[in-house]
């Protein structure tokens, strides 16, 4: 029985692909921040350990507890919002310190005994706004783009080994709760007031296609299962239409 380790697992993408492992017989091992037993359905095949991406203390601990994996899904992250001339550094440093580098470090955990057993696979799920850049997401969008960049050549380091690493770009997804936590960071500049409030009508308005978070567990089932899987998955009707 394989064991896929999640981050970011409170909420959203994150608990509905350990649903998703949950109900196909996976070990699963769902991380977050504070963790809640309770917002998954009890089993023995799941355990919900306590995981802050930034911290290398965290990392190194929740490694020792979980023992070994076979895949690592890199969920955590956070958004935010607003024009770069608003936002503070602090606010920048913050996103790419989750996004990117705890992504990075996740990884770097878990690549010895991937490389040494020559199985394994590391995905990392980013956004389709890598794919249609949209305005006041400069910060978030240059941060998902380092991890599809970074992904992209460390899945050539690691083919000799036969580790796999893939991409899961889901699209606009307003049924979770990511937007909302991402306008906990919206910083206003009033010189585009006009084009922020332009940008949340068009998306208050909007009636795209959009990504569920089951499209989302699919994709990352089909990067951990299928040997010939693309190295990206769109995940999301919205994200596999820009995807084309």
């Not at 507890?65 to 969920?75: C, E, K, M, T």
């Not at 380091?157 to 997804?173: I, K, M, Q, T, Y």
């Amino acid at each position: 029985m394989k064991t896929i380790l999640i981050t970011g697992c409170s909420s959203g993408f994150g608990l509905e692909i350990a649903r998703h492992f949950l109900e196909r017989d996976w070990n699963v091992i769902a991380t977050m921040r504070t963790p809640r037993a309770d917002l998954l359905p009890p089993s023995p095949r799941l355990r919900v350990l306590p995981l802050d991406v930034t911290d290398a203390g965290s990392i190194a601990q929740l490694m020792a507890d979980a023992g070994p994996i076979d895949v690592l899904v890199n969920n955590a992250g956070i958004g935010a919002l607003g024009a770069l001339e608003g936002i503070g550094i602090a606010t920048v440093r913050e996103v790419f310190e989750t996004n990117v580098f705890g992504t990075i470090a996740m990884t770097q955990a878990v690549l010895p005994q991937f490389r040494l057993r020559r199985a394994g696979v590391v995905i990392n799920v980013t956004s389709s706004v890598t794919l249609k850049p949209l305005p006041l997401l400069s910060v978030y969008t240059g941060s998902k783009a380092a991890v599809n960049a970074f992904t992209e050549s460390l899945a050539l380091e690691l083919a000799a080994f036969d580790v796999r690493a893939h991409l899961v770009l889901p699209g606009r997804a307003p049924s979770t709760s990511f937007g909302a936590n991402a306008k906990e960071r919206l910083q206003m500049h009033e010189a585009y007031a006009e084009l922020t409030e332009n940008v949340f009508a068009g998306w208050a308005q909007s009636t795209e296609a959009v990504t569920q978070a089951g499209d989302v567990a699919e994709a990352v089932w089909r990067a951990a299962t299928e040997p010939d899987a693309p190295m990206r998955l769109a995940a999301g009707a919205d994200a596999v239409a820009l995807a084309k």
